[in-house]
Protein backbone atom coordinates (compact mmCIF):
# COMPACT_ATOMS: atom_id res chain seq x y z
CA UNK A 1 0.00 0.00 0.00
CA UNK A 2 3.27 2.31 0.90
CA UNK A 3 4.46 1.25 -2.57
CA UNK A 4 1.48 2.73 -4.38
CA UNK A 5 1.10 5.86 -2.37
CA UNK A 6 4.47 6.36 -3.50
CA UNK A 7 4.69 5.83 -6.98
CA UNK A 8 1.15 7.91 -6.93
CA UNK A 9 3.22 10.60 -5.68
CA UNK A 10 6.16 10.43 -7.58
CA UNK A 11 3.79 10.41 -10.79
CA UNK A 12 1.61 13.49 -9.70
CA UNK A 13 5.05 15.09 -9.18
CA UNK A 14 6.24 14.13 -12.39
CA UNK A 15 3.04 15.24 -14.41
CA UNK A 16 3.04 18.64 -12.43
CA UNK A 17 6.77 18.92 -13.66
CA UNK A 18 6.09 18.41 -17.36
CA UNK A 19 3.41 20.61 -17.39
CA UNK A 20 4.98 23.70 -15.21
CA UNK A 21 7.37 23.35 -18.13
CA UNK A 22 5.20 23.18 -20.81
CA UNK A 23 3.46 26.40 -19.76
CA UNK A 24 6.96 28.52 -19.39
CA UNK A 25 8.07 27.54 -22.97
CA UNK A 26 4.59 28.98 -23.90
CA UNK A 27 4.61 32.22 -21.71
CA UNK A 28 8.26 32.58 -23.39
CA UNK A 29 7.12 32.23 -26.77
CA UNK A 30 3.88 34.99 -26.01
CA UNK A 31 6.55 37.37 -24.65
CA UNK A 32 8.93 37.17 -27.59
CA UNK A 33 6.01 37.85 -30.00
CA UNK A 34 5.08 41.05 -27.90
CA UNK A 35 8.09 41.98 -27.17
CA UNK A 36 8.89 42.21 -31.26
CA UNK A 37 8.17 45.55 -33.10
CA UNK A 38 6.98 43.52 -36.11
CA UNK A 39 6.93 40.09 -37.13
CA UNK A 40 10.05 40.29 -39.38
CA UNK A 41 11.65 40.74 -35.69
CA UNK A 42 10.27 38.16 -34.46
CA UNK A 43 11.19 36.02 -36.78
CA UNK A 44 14.51 36.88 -37.35
CA UNK A 45 14.66 36.62 -33.55
CA UNK A 46 13.66 33.01 -32.98
CA UNK A 47 15.85 32.26 -36.07
CA UNK A 48 18.58 33.41 -34.66
CA UNK A 49 18.36 31.31 -31.89
CA UNK A 50 17.53 28.10 -33.41
CA UNK A 51 20.70 28.92 -36.19
CA UNK A 52 24.21 28.89 -34.19
CA UNK A 53 26.62 31.21 -35.60
CA UNK A 54 29.20 29.25 -37.63
CA UNK A 55 31.92 28.26 -36.09
CA UNK A 56 35.13 30.46 -37.17
CA UNK A 57 38.27 28.40 -37.38
CA UNK A 58 36.61 25.90 -38.92
CA UNK A 59 36.71 28.36 -42.34
CA UNK A 60 40.13 27.73 -44.35
CA UNK A 61 42.49 30.66 -44.77
CA UNK A 62 42.92 32.36 -47.97
CA UNK A 63 46.72 32.30 -47.65
CA UNK A 64 49.65 31.43 -45.40
CA UNK A 65 49.51 34.96 -43.59
CA UNK A 66 45.66 35.26 -43.26
CA UNK A 67 45.19 33.50 -39.82
CA UNK A 68 48.19 32.09 -38.37
CA UNK A 69 45.67 31.05 -35.04
CA UNK A 70 43.98 28.68 -37.43
CA UNK A 71 45.21 24.82 -35.81
CA UNK A 72 47.54 23.59 -38.90
CA UNK A 73 48.18 26.02 -40.72
CA UNK A 74 52.34 26.82 -40.89
CA UNK A 75 53.68 30.01 -40.93
CA UNK A 76 56.28 29.70 -44.40
CA UNK A 77 56.49 26.76 -46.18
CA UNK A 78 59.77 27.44 -47.55
Not at 4 to 22: K, P, Y
Not at 25 to 40: C, H
Amino acid sequence: MVYAFTFLAFAVIGFLCLRIHGQDKTIKELTDKLMARNYTEYVSMTRAREDPPPDLTSRKPMSWYDDPNIPGVRGDDS
